[in-house]
């Protein structure tokens, strides 16, 4: 649908329409006034009902237009493809392996196994019988609403709107570059995104912490106490490396992630940073340098030095303690959110807490964390080092009690 718009420069209102795969835009002589306004628009509703008729007459409405050239420049080149029966391009599936290979090198391991998981199980079997050429906008919409009745991990048991999004992303990818380099109009089109439920977060309470790092089982207890009191991702901790842990500075260095067994650059530049070892975890370390760091590079291992299986250690340790406890059952993610926050609880300021977590800006924080932002004071991590330390002086009164 077209708009009528106004240009910044002269303040004079113009049309701005698609005619024929080509986007036009016609100038008036007409200032920004509500009647002047009234009046493009009739014109405009003017020009689209012809043009949905097939009765619009380019040169009638505006004959000094330099559209006017282009649009008969493109007509001449569609009869000319009518004429010899289809669009000259390769099939859909050829050209989706041509771009496949032309394009990965700009991916990292983890992006490249995902998109050859989307091309195959996707994008190949819904086009396998199309010219890249010859598919429309009908064509796309119907792939996306079978990829809807499919089996996934959504609330419903059927892939969840990210999930077809991420797929629809890389089909508009593909066909934006098969359209540029074959000379046809795009087809995807005015396809917007499927709209996202709101994420809602799970984070434990501190007390909720301390009761899993008493109760868990001793082998363990080192990797959740990280988990929770860096926010680190479960790749980037399964992956962590001890060349990354600098005790003379007290700090966690994040350089790669673990993903299926094997380590790759992180998810983005941002996510590349140094965490510090907030209250216990340094002395955390220290002894967990004693049980791996002579077994193994990697900070959490199995016995025979390899890195944590995490689906296993999740399926085996983590919801079987959270039972045990009678905790609502929740992803591990959510000590990611849990850190997240607790360092917004204790009043450190957000900018500081995204760069520490990994974001690229505080717009997810706001977004997702908003109501456990109570003031921007602090960018140090003191607070939150305050809150851990108290805790601990806390309980081990608590023992000294205990055990007069």
């Not at 949905?52 to 007509?75: C, H, M, R, T, V």
């Not at 199309?130 to 991990?153: C, F």
């Not at 959740?224 to 005790?247: K, P, S």
């Not at 921007?376 to 309980?395: K, Y």
Request: charged share 30%; with cysteine.
């Amino acid at each position: 649908m077209g708009k009528v718009r106004s240009r910044k420069e002269t303040g004079r209102l113009y049309l701005d329409f698609m005619y024929a795969g080509h986007r036009c835009r016609e100038q008036t002589a007409l200032a920004d006034t509500p009647a002047n306004r009234k009046r493009v628009e009739a014109l405009l509703q003017k020009v689209e009902a012809k043009i949905l008729l097939g009765d619009f007459n380019y040169a009638e409405y505006f004959p000094d237009s330099g559209n006017l050239k282009k649009i008969e420049q493109k007509s001449v080149s569609s009869e000319a493809m009518a004429g010899s029966g289809s669009l000259d391009t390769p099939s859909f599936t050829d050209f989706a392996d041509q771009w496949f290979q032309e394009t990965k090198i700009q991916w990292r391991n983890s992006h490249t196994r995902n998109v050859t998981s989307i091309l195959e199980s996707s994008l190949k079997p819904a086009f396998t019988k199309k010219k890249v050429g010859e598919i429309t906008k009908a064509d796309i919409l119907a792939a996306r609403n079978k990829m809807a009745r499919r089996k996934g991990r959504g609330a419903n048991g059927l892939m969840s709107p990210k999930t077809i999004n991420s797929h629809m992303t890389i089909l508009r990818m593909l066909l934006v570059e098969a359209a540029e380099r074959y000379e046809f109009d795009n087809p995807y089109r005015n396809i917007k995104p499927l709209k996202l439920q709101k994420v809602h977060i799970e984070p434990f309470s501190m007390n909720e912490v301390e009761k899993i790092l008493k109760h868990v089982r001793e082998d363990y207890r080192i990797y959740y106490l990280v988990r929770f009191y860096t926010g680190m991702r479960t790749g980037e901790v399964d992956g962590l490396q001890w060349e990354y842990v600098d005790f003379e500075r007290r700090e966690i260095l994040v350089r790669e992630t673990l993903i299926h067994g094997k380590t790759e650059y992180t998810k983005t530049d941002g996510s590349q940073r140094e965490i510090p070892m907030f209250g216990p975890v340094y002395d955390a370390l220290k002894e967990q340098y004693e049980a791996t760091g002579k077994l193994s590079k990697f900070v959490f291992c199995n016995r025979l030095g390899e890195p944590l299986d995490h689906n296993n250690v999740t399926k085996r340790v983590w919801y079987p303690m959270l039972e045990l406890l009678k905790l609502k059952k929740r992803r591990p993610y959510q000590t990611r959110h849990t850190a997240a926050t607790l360092l917004l609880a204790s009043g450190e300021n957000p900018e500081w807490v995204a760069r520490t977590l990994g974001h690229s800006s505080t717009e997810m924080l706001f977004k997702v964390y908003s109501r456990y932002i109570p003031n921007l004071t602090r960018m140090d991590g003191s607070a939150f080092e305050r809150l851990i330390q108290s805790r601990v002086i806390d309980n081990d009164q608590e023992m000294g009690n205990e055990t007069e």
